[in-house]
């Protein structure tokens, strides 16, 4: 109120005083203009003090004209902005109308949901806060991930696998161009943002439902990031209803590497959906608390793998600006191509928690996280209760911790972090893509059958810096290893000349070079408007 009040009081206070100044000027002009037949010394002495007295009230005249002109020069030249702070993509958009300035008191029915603290160190969130470019009716947004990955054995054919982030060593790669933004008006929303790189490869070939039916889902959806709509109820801190391609947020990391700690997330979050196609319903109870139905087509999937829709949700909980514990659950869905009585079950949970926070130590923030997954299939010839008469025990089980560390007001920042996974069966591993074998493919060098064993740990070192919210340059060490040969080695993935014959298909004479480690360093320039 006090910036309000002397914005206002300034150019007032000027105006009077020039008033009055004015007033003066006048009555002592008006006096001098009076005849005077005899004048006498004592009067030419009073004519020249008035004469003097004359001009410096005019004096103070001009210089307080310059400064109301001055004044109003500044208030003119000054843009008009619209700040908000931004949480998870999932997260309600802030109304921009300043008639209604954002509502951040938790207490209040009224509040926005989780804007009552600064949620910008979260693993998973973006840290930008300030959107100067969005209007009532759009809020713009583009995104830039470009990076060059030195594998350190050398893989003849440039191939890295094994990760849904990092696709190519030894070149400067676009993974992913990203331009679109949130549309919000009138309780209507929607938002579209485009996946352009490498992205627009590897997210569809790790999907193997648009090999059941016709249409091409994998090219009709492959340039399209996040293209959702709905609307926005006013009950209790909002109800949202949207319904297209969103992002799930299993597995804690976001789907953009610049809103992560890390780049390669562990095992955990990059082999656990990205994306979902389907209706969701988001429910604010409070302003600290949204829980998220789900009603999808399956597990990561642009349509159906059988017969049966996927369902799931989310509970995020986040009781001060320091804690946040989220919770992802799915199951029902038959997500294994053509068995059509395989059903799959899996829990996501994650603890993130700020335990230092001094903006003006070299050490500004720190930060950590603890995720933990388990999930089974069962029917179709596995079981989740181990091997018996059902099948084999077809399982998941894995955790990932990270600790991240800020310097000098949040400039620098570092992470350490790792995780291993338990994946009886390899319903989850991401398929090495073998003489260009997708998800629907298969391929014989790397089954992916019942009863196939697949344990695998990681650990990373990541360096950031970031000179303002917009920009980050990260630089990362990783080491990732397996139970069984998975990585690319010297020699490739790739048979000599090109891919030959069907997807994933034996090649006479020629046998993939798999490694059961990879170590490698990862550049990345990540832009965010």
């Given at each position: 109120m006090?910036p309000?009040?002397?914005r206002i009081a300034?150019?007032a206070?000027?105006?009077?005083t020039l008033v009055?100044l004015t007033?003066?000027t006048a009555?002592?002009?008006?006096?001098?203009a009076?005849p005077n037949?005899?004048?006498?010394?004592?009067?030419k002495?009073?004519?020249?003090?008035?004469d003097?007295?004359?001009?410096?009230?005019q004096d103070?005249?001009?210089?307080?004209?310059?400064?109301?002109i001055?004044?109003?020069?500044?208030r003119s030249?000054a843009?008009?902005t619209h700040?908000f702070?931004?949480?998870k993509?999932?997260a309600?958009?802030?109304?921009l109308?300043e008639a209604e300035?954002?509502v951040?008191?938790?207490?209040n029915?009224h509040?926005?949901p989780?804007?009552f603290?600064?949620?910008?160190?979260?693993n998973g969130?973006a840290?930008?806060?300030d959107?100067?470019?969005?209007?009532?009716?759009f809020t713009p947004?583009?995104?830039?991930d470009?990076s060059?990955?030195?594998?350190f054995r050398h893989?003849?054919?440039?191939t890295?696998?094994?990760?849904s982030?990092?696709?190519r060593a030894?070149?400067?790669?676009?993974?992913?161009l990203?331009?679109g933004?949130?549309?919000?008006w009138?309780?209507?929303?929607?938002?579209?943002?485009?996946?352009?790189?490498?992205?627009a490869?590897?997210?569809?070939r790790?999907d193997?439902s648009?090999a059941?039916?016709q249409?091409?889902?994998?090219?009709a959806?492959?340039?399209?990031g996040?293209a959702?709509?709905?609307y926005?109820?006013?009950?209790?801190h909002?109800?949202n209803v949207d319904?297209?391609?969103?992002?799930?947020?299993v597995?804690?990391f976001?789907?953009?590497?610049?809103?992560?700690?890390?780049?390669?997330p562990?095992?955990?979050?990059?082999n656990?959906p990205?994306f979902?196609?389907?209706?969701?319903v988001?429910w604010?109870?409070?302003a600290?608390l949204?829980i998220?139905?789900w009603?999808?087509?399956?597990w990561?999937?642009?349509?159906r793998?059988?017969n049966?829709p996927g369902?799931g949700?989310?509970f995020l909980?986040r009781?001060?600006?320091k804690?946040?514990?989220l919770?992802?659950?799915?199951g029902?869905?038959?997500d294994?191509?053509?068995?059509?009585?395989?059903?799959?079950?899996?829990t996501?949970d994650?603890?993130?928690?700020?335990y230092?926070?001094?903006p003006?130590?070299?050490?500004?923030k720190a930060a950590m996280?603890?995720?933990g997954?388990?999930?089974?299939?069962?029917?179709g010839?596995?079981?989740?209760?181990?091997?018996g008469?059902?099948?084999?025990?077809?399982?998941?089980l894995g955790?990932?911790?990270?600790n991240?560390?800020?310097?000098?007001?949040?400039r620098?920042?570092?992470?350490?972090g790792?995780?291993?996974i338990?994946?009886p069966?390899?319903?989850?591993?991401?398929?090495p893509?073998?003489?260009?074998?997708?998800a629907?493919s298969?391929?014989?060098?790397?089954t992916?059958n019942?009863g196939?064993?697949?344990k695998?740990?990681d650990?990373s070192?990541t360096?950031?810096?970031?000179?303002?919210?917009y920009?980050t340059?990260?630089?990362e060490?990783?080491h990732?290893a397996?139970?069984?040969?998975y990585?690319s080695?010297?020699?490739g993935?790739t048979p000599?000349g090109g891919?030959t014959?069907?997807p994933g298909?034996?090649?006479?004479?020629?046998?993939p070079?798999?490694r059961d480690?990879?170590?490698?360093?990862t550049a990345?320039?990540?832009?965010?408007?």
């Open positions: 006090k309000r009040n002397s300034g150019p206070l000027m105006c009077l009055g007033l003066c009555d002592l002009i008006a006096q001098t009076e037949p005899g004048p006498t010394a004592e009067d002495l009073t004519s020249a003090a008035q003097i007295k004359i001009q410096h009230l103070q005249l001009e210089e307080i004209q310059k400064e109301l001055q004044l109003k020069q500044d030249a843009p008009e700040h702070t931004t949480a993509a999932s309600a958009v802030p109304s109308n300035p954002e951040t008191d938790p207490s029915p509040s926005e989780f804007a603290a600064d949620f910008t160190w979260l969130n840290r930008t806060k959107t100067p470019y969005a209007t009532k009716f947004e583009i995104r830039s470009v060059y990955t030195y594998d893989p003849q054919d440039d890295i696998v094994g990760s982030e990092v696709f030894s070149e400067v790669t676009l993974t992913d990203g331009i933004g949130d549309f919000h009138n309780n209507v929303r929607a938002r579209v943002l485009t996946q352009i790189g490498l992205y490869t590897a997210t569809p790790n193997a648009p059941r039916g249409w091409d889902l994998a090219d959806y492959r340039y399209i996040e959702n709509a709905g926005h109820f006013n009950v209790q909002g109800l319904a297209g391609i969103f992002l799930s947020y597995g804690l976001s789907f953009y590497q610049f809103d992560n700690w890390a780049y390669q562990s095992y955990v979050s990059s656990t990205w979902f196609n389907g209706v969701r988001q604010f109870p409070s600290k949204k998220e139905p009603f999808i087509n399956g990561q999937s642009y349509g793998f059988n049966r369902l949700g989310q909980w009781p001060n600006g804690l946040e514990i919770g992802n659950q799915y029902y869905g038959e294994a191509l053509g068995i059509p009585n395989r059903t799959r079950l899996h996501d994650s603890i993130e928690y700020k230092y926070d001094r003006d130590s070299i050490v500004s996280t603890l995720t997954d388990a999930g089974c299939e069962s029917g010839g596995v079981s989740c209760h181990g091997n008469k059902s099948g084999p025990k077809q399982s998941f955790f990932m911790v990270y991240r560390l800020w310097f000098d007001h949040d620098y920042g570092l992470t350490l790792g995780g291993r338990n994946n069966g390899r319903y989850l591993v991401l398929l893509p073998i003489n260009g074998a997708t629907a298969g391929t014989p060098y790397f992916e019942p196939n064993p697949f695998a740990w650990s070192v360096m950031d810096y970031m000179p303002n919210q920009f340059y990260r630089l060490y990783n990732r397996a139970n069984v040969p990585f080695g010297p020699g993935v000599p891919n014959g069907a298909s034996l090649v006479p004479g020629w046998s070079d798999l480690s990879e170590n490698r360093m990345a320039f990540l832009v965010k408007f």
